[in-house]
Structures are given as structure tokens and as C-alpha cells.
């Protein structure tokens, strides 16, 4: 088991922790939909989804969303293809605007239009289903690149950063090797070191393995069940039934823009009552 992935950057002053705010500090019209089920409930929220739209022209994809993650959670957001997954993800990273509604980070309204968008962008690792790595850069310069162009790293930090997390998964010796000279598995974990790159207080994992040759998923599945041992907080939609299950500490469930369950992986995908939801995860009983 290699050592903690997401361990604070030697170079900086502050561990992720620091950052992430008490929840009574956030707005009281917000307060969190916490469960007696949900272990980490007493940890800080990392993630406050307040009640936010989308839309694209007339069609609404997410109507009035609300949950929150804790510091330390695994949250899989699950959902049919079209439910609105990766829009809340982009939403969330910033590439799209909601229409409506809140989303702090820590103490950070980060959907205040006066925000500083790469300074919250550096608070916040994201990985997507594929297109991650820049086929004409090797995967040291891949890794490095937003710490130094957008985050103003000198060179000698990011590559000391990027060097360390590359050993901690075998590839410190591929780092001057290109994306296609890599196995698409490969490709993801460099491309899941290059959001850890700036210690992260939150990971964004959309999809990260439905692109992937099925004997190369489980390299990355494992690798983000290490993440989570080491405490990270990890927001992933996934297709993967099994690893949610297994590998999530909770599950919100988006069904025609609405939360149709937010629960434990036991309560929503095992003893949910509602008959979709039931229908949803049939193939998982058997
Ligand atoms: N840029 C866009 N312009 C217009 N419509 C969009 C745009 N992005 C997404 N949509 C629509 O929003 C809806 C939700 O799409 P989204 O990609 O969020 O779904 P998803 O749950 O991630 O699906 P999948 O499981 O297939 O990845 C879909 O109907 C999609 O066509
Ligand atoms: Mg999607």
C-alpha cells in the first residue's frame, strides 16, 4: 500500500484541513441534510450543494439540488445516463454557471460571480473519463502544468511535487514517457496525481473508468479506494454498481433532475422501497 497519496505538499504551509470551514458558518437556509447513518456527519462540510438549477435552453437538468459532503466522504453520484451527473460536476468545477443556487467550498461561496475561478480550481482535483493527458506533453510536464501556468509554481516545486506523487504509484519512471506510451489505466492515475497535485480539499471523479479496457479498470478503481483510506474526499460519478457500493460511504441517486435517494450504499442501492429506485438496482440483487 503506497503512503498517503494526498499528504500535504512539504513546500506548503497547510495541510488540505485547513482549509475547510466549520458548517456553522455557512448559511442557515442551508442546513445540511444530515442522516443518523452517515459516519462522517460530525466532520466539517467540504461541499455544501445548495439548491441549484440548470438549464440549457428549455430543457432543466438539475431542478433544485441540495446535499452536502464531509470532510473525509466518498459520495457516488449515481443516476441513468442524461440524469444530470456531469453537469453537477462541471457546476461544481466551475465550468458551467448554475442558473440558480449555491455551492460553497469550505466557507466559499464559490458561485459568487466576483470569485477568483483558479483559485478555487486549485482547491478542487478533477478527473474526467478521458481526453485528461495532452498527448504532446510527457507525463511529468502533463502533471506539472496547471501547478505552473495556472497556479504560478516554480518549476523545481511542481516537478518535486509531481515526482513524489508518480513513485507513490510505480510511475515515477515513466515520467518522461508520453500519454500513448502508457495503457489507458496508466493514463488515468497519472491524470488522478495531476489533480492531487495542489492538495486538494475535495476530488471530482466523473466517469474515470467507463473509457477504460475492462481488464484496466480495477488498477484505478483501486487506486481511488486508497485515496479514500487515506481520508480523501471524493465526489465520483460512476457506473460501476459494485465499486459504489463497496467503495462509497454514501450514495445520492439524481433521477429527471430531482435527489431521488441520498443514503448509505445499504439504504439507497440494497433496501431503497421506492419501486425505481428498486428497478434501478435490480441487476445488483441478482
Ligand atoms: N452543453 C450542453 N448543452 C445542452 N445540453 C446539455 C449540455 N450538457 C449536457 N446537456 C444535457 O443535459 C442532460 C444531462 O447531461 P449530463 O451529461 O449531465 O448527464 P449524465 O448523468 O452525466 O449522463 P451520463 O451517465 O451519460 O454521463 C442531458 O440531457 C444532456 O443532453
Ligand atoms: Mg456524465
Given at each position: 500500500?503506497?503512503?498517503?497519496?494526498?499528504?500535504?505538499?512539504?513546500?506548503?504551509?497547510?495541510?488540505?484541513?485547513?482549509?475547510?470551514?466549520?458548517?456553522?458558518?455557512?448559511?442557515?437556509?442551508?442546513?445540511?441534510?444530515?442522516?443518523?447513518?452517515?459516519?462522517?456527519?460530525?466532520?466539517?462540510?467540504?461541499?455544501?450543494?445548495?439548491?441549484?438549477?440548470?438549464?440549457?435552453?428549455?430543457?432543466?437538468?438539475?431542478?433544485?439540488?441540495?446535499?452536502?459532503?464531509?470532510?473525509?466522504?466518498?459520495?457516488?453520484?449515481?443516476?441513468?445516463?442524461?440524469?444530470?451527473?456531469?453537469?453537477?460536476?462541471?457546476?461544481?468545477?466551475?465550468?458551467?454557471?448554475?442558473?440558480?443556487?449555491?455551492?460553497?467550498?469550505?466557507?466559499?461561496?464559490?458561485?459568487?460571480?466576483?470569485?477568483?475561478?483558479?483559485?478555487?480550481?486549485?482547491?478542487?482535483?478533477?478527473?474526467?473519463?478521458?481526453?485528461?493527458?495532452?498527448?504532446?506533453?510527457?507525463?511529468?510536464?502533463?502533471?506539472?502544468?496547471?501547478?505552473?501556468?495556472?497556479?504560478?509554481?516554480?518549476?523545481?516545486?511542481?516537478?518535486?511535487?509531481?515526482?513524489?506523487?508518480?513513485?507513490?504509484?510505480?510511475?515515477?519512471?515513466?515520467?518522461?514517457?508520453?500519454?500513448?506510451?502508457?495503457?489507458?489505466?496508466?493514463?488515468?492515475?497519472?491524470?488522478?496525481?495531476?489533480?492531487?497535485?495542489?492538495?486538494?480539499?475535495?476530488?471530482?471523479?466523473?466517469?474515470?473508468?467507463?473509457?477504460?479496457?475492462?481488464?484496466?479498470?480495477?488498477?484505478?478503481?483501486?487506486?481511488?479506494?486508497?485515496?479514500?483510506?487515506?481520508?480523501?474526499?471524493?465526489?465520483m460519478a460512476t457506473h460501476e454498481m459494485?465499486?459504489?457500493?463497496?467503495?462509497?460511504?454514501?450514495?445520492?441517486?439524481?433521477?429527471?433532475?430531482?435527489?431521488?435517494?441520498?443514503?448509505?450504499?445499504?439504504?439507497?442501492?440494497?433496501?431503497?422501497?421506492?419501486?425505481?429506485?428498486?428497478?434501478?438496482?435490480?441487476?445488483?440483487?441478482?
Amino acid at each position: 500500500m503506497a503512503s498517503a497519496l494526498l499528504a500535504a505538499d512539504s513546500t506548503q504551509a497547510s495541510a488540505p484541513v485547513a482549509h475547510v470551514n466549520n458548517p456553522t458558518s455557512a448559511p442557515e437556509a442551508s442546513a445540511p441534510q444530515a442522516s443518523a447513518t452517515i459516519p462522517a456527519e460530525n466532520n466539517p462540510v467540504v461541499l455544501r450543494i445548495d439548491n441549484i438549477r440548470k438549464s440549457y435552453g428549455d430543457l432543466e437538468v438539475l431542478k433544485g439540488i441540495s446535499f452536502d459532503i464531509h470532510q473525509h466522504e466518498v459520495v457516488a453520484l449515481l443516476g441513468p445516463s442524461g440524469s444530470g451527473k456531469s453537469t453537477l460536476m462541471r457546476c461544481v468545477n466551475l465550468l458551467e454557471q448554475v442558473n440558480d443556487g449555491q455551492i460553497w467550498l469550505g466557507d466559499t461561496d464559490i458561485t459568487d460571480p466576483a470569485i477568483k475561478q483558479d483559485d478555487i480550481r486549485a482547491r478542487i482535483g478533477v478527473v474526467f473519463q478521458q481526453f485528461n493527458l495532452f498527448p504532446h506533453m510527457n507525463v511529468l510536464n502533463n502533471v506539472t502544468l496547471a501547478a505552473r501556468k495556472v497556479h504560478h509554481w516554480d518549476k523545481n516545486r511542481a516537478n518535486e511535487r509531481a515526482m513524489e506523487l508518480l513513485e507513490r504509484i510505480g510511475m515515477g519512471a515513466r515520467a518522461k514517457a508520453f500519454p500513448d506510451q502508457l495503457s489507458g489505466g496508466q493514463q488515468q492515475r497519472v491524470a488522478i496525481c495531476r489533480a492531487l497535485m495542489t492538495n486538494p480539499e475535495l476530488l471530482l471523479l466523473d466517469e474515470i473508468t467507463s473509457a477504460l479496457d475492462p481488464m484496466l479498470v480495477g488498477e484505478v478503481l483501486d487506486m481511488v479506494r486508497e485515496l479514500k483510506e487515506q481520508g480523501t474526499t471524493i465526489l465520483m460519478a460512476t457506473h460501476e454498481m459494485s465499486f459504489a457500493h463497496d467503495a462509497a460511504d454514501r450514495v445520492v441517486l439524481l433521477r429527471k433532475g430531482v435527489i431521488a435517494e441520498n443514503g448509505t450504499p445499504e439504504e439507497v442501492m440494497d433496501n431503497s422501497q421506492d419501486p425505481q429506485t428498486r428497478e434501478f438496482f435490480s441487476h445488483l440483487r441478482g
